[in-house]
């Protein structure tokens, strides 16, 4: 019979254990109650007093799926009756164990009472105070008598009841040097070294043992041996896995090389198991890797992200908050989930809480997923909920979209709910945030004008220094980088202008923040049939423009059109950008430049340049030299075209 709790239902412990093996299948979890003494002479049929269950944390939770039908099964036999004590002074309550959901007693007694196990309680009938003494559970030769019982029943149910009494006393603060913990640990070590635990008991009594003596105490390094053996032999399952994994953020080392190598063949193992993953497996196991800082298991991390597509509308909001999360943390993402999340994110938006669209729209931002459908329900929700979020909510989702360069069917409510908002709620925005936000619509085409001067006023440049500390360079760009969309695209702008000294000079940074680099091997397949279209290399590359940007390929033209050679660049009249657009200046899933890229595009123009795009996706398509060519020409000689006319017009 499997064990289902440990029972003290009498200061009498012998009783106690003489009747253990009738009262150990009722429940796992671990029900005590004392007097502040010990009970005798107590009538227990005539007076009961049911004690509530201590409150339990996460290592005492021992229900597993196997005993589930046996519990069902339990439901229907008759339970045993308490256990009677000699007659006596009544003026102590015994105490009886609650046997736990699903399951009553039916004892012909008065119904029991529901009381905490840490206060005094009265009893109705008698109005006796008893003081409920918990530590008198913990006797030692009570713990002997309890552990000689369980030595009678399978080694993953003896387990279950070392750990239960294991995780009394971590529930109640006793020392790893007191005897009952002593005297628990050494029976736990006898079981570990028979070899024959289940992994599921295993780690239970490794989280238990860690509470307890550390992570370097003999116990943690049998369990840990015993999980090595058992991945090494494939005795693992999808269940089991989950657990270790749960377990190794509590018990992990980096330095341990036993445990390194025992965690990169559970990754191996687990890659096998991913299919039989449910919904809630697959959020613990990518959690667990996010703390024990996996980045490295990257064929695991994808097989989970397509799992979790699988089983994308079985997660709770919760569950997809901390999947998303997780990946981000890790880096990866997969194709397959970025369609279930299509498919079924819209439908639950309209219902969630807000910061799940908070996270969607953080995930997708990463992976530079341009959703269409995951956008349009968004920007929606933001019109009709917008005053419900938080600031740092309103600027997050706003610089999604402006960075991803998407502008939804109802923008002109969506700014028009944000205009509003900042007017309420300006002075709530922190000073970055706000930044953040406004330096994103500017991708979008919507000038903060009516906010603007309020961010080139000394006050709020002064907000921007973080502790008396001088701005960092990127605040510093997005201001240049507002400053110039008011020069060169709001022409109608007369407010403050952002002082001179704090321009910066150039836009390229490390975090690519505000262009992307031109892509090396893109280049290489350009050079060869642009400079056979020119008759030479024509042309110059990585050119800082002076608005800031860094042109990628400059053609230099004088002032009747004709290209001039590097050596005549003094006499250049007007100049051509070759833009030569990677994968990387796009949207992963569209052939929509990111917002920075057509920020970049639009200011190069309006500085005087004749910007010419050559995308990838376009030039890929070509199979010859000859192809190549002729499609440069078709791009490049239009623009000079174009300028050479216009030159004759005036």
Known sequence: MTMKSLVCISASFRAVCQHASSCFPVNRGLSVCTSAGRCTNVDFASRAVMAQQPCVTDVR????????????????????????????????????????????????V???????PYVRHVDAQSHAAALVNIHSLFEEDVITKLCSKLADFSSNDRAEGLSALLGACVEFG??????????????SLQLLSSRTVGVLQLCRLGKLACALEGRRCPMVAEVINSISTAVEENDVSSCDAAEIYSL????????????????????????????????????????????????????????????????????????????LSALMVLGQHDEALLAAMEKHLPERMGKCESELITIVMEYCLQVRCRSE?????????????????????????????????????????????????LSARFSQFQPRRLLDMLHACIHLQRFPVNYINKIFSPYFLQKLQAQGEPMDKNTLRQLTQLHLSTSL????????????????????????AFETPMDNLFYKQVKRPLAQLLGGEFYSTRIFSSVGYTVDVEIYLDENGFILPLSQWEQTYKRIALCLDGRNRFCSNTQHLLGKEATKTRHLRR???????????????LRTQEEQVQYLQSKIFPAISKFRYSQTTH
């Open 174 to 187: 006793l020392e790893a040097h007191s005897p009952p913990v002593l005297l628990l640990v050494q029976e």
């Open 489 to 512: 695209e709001c022409t109608y702008y007369w407010g403050p202008r952002l002082p001179f000294f704090q321009h910066m000079k150039q836009f390229s940074s490390r975090d690519h």
């Open 110 to 116: 008065k119904t029991a009472q529901h009381f905490s």
């Open 373 to 421: 459908p995951i956008f349009e329900t968004v920007a929606e929700n933001f019109v009709c909920s917008a005053e419900k979020y938080t600031t740092l909510q309103i600027a997050k989702q706003v610089v999604t979209m402006g960075r991803l360069n998407y502008l939804p069917q109802c923008s002109g409510q969506m700014f028009k709910k944000l205009e509003s908002i």
């Open 248 to 323: 190794m953020t509590v018990l992990y080392e980096p330095s341990s090389q036993q445990q390194t190598l025992m965690l990169a063949a559970l990754h191996r193992h687990t890659q096998r198991l991913v299919h039989q993953l449910k919904a809630y497996q697959v959020c613990d196991i990518l959690q667990s890797l996010v703390t024990l800082q996996q980045r490295q298991a990257i064929p695991l991390v994808l097989r989970l992200s397509h799992r979790a597509s699988r089983v994308f509308k079985d997660f709770s909001d919760a569950e997809i908050m901390k999947v």
């Open 61 to 108: 939770c021992f229900q597993t799926p196997r005993t589930r039908s046996r519990m069902m099964a339990m439901r229907a036999a008759p339970v045993p009756s308490p256990v009677p004590v000699p007659a006596g002074n009544r003026d102590d309550e015994v105490t009886e164990n609650h046997p736990g959901p699903g399951i009553t007693h039916t004892t012909p």
């Open 607 to 621: 500085a005087g340049y004749e910007v010419v795009q050559i995308p990838y996706f376009e030039f890929e398509k």
